[in-house]
């Protein structure tokens, strides 16, 4: 593979990775459900949907 297409397979699997985490979510969201993930070596579980909120509002501050 040249360097072109490894970048293109690169961006393709990234977009991947970020289109099946949205969809994750939507659907625990529609659940009620929580995110379990470690952070600095502790457990956190957080609501889909509060997840969602702070990820429109990262998305937000970054557009301005």
Do not use: C, P, W
Request: glycine share 4%; no cysteine.
């Amino acid at each position: 593979m040249t360097k072109e297409e490894v970048v293109v397979m690169r961006n393709k699997i990234l977009q991947g990775i970020e289109l099946a985490y949205q969809r994750l979510l939507i659907e625990k969201q529609k659940d009620d459900s929580d995110l379990v993930f470690s952070h600095n070596g502790k457990i956190v579980a957080i609501k889909a949907s509060d997840l969602i909120k702070k990820n429109q509002e990262k998305e937000g501050v970054q557009k301005t």
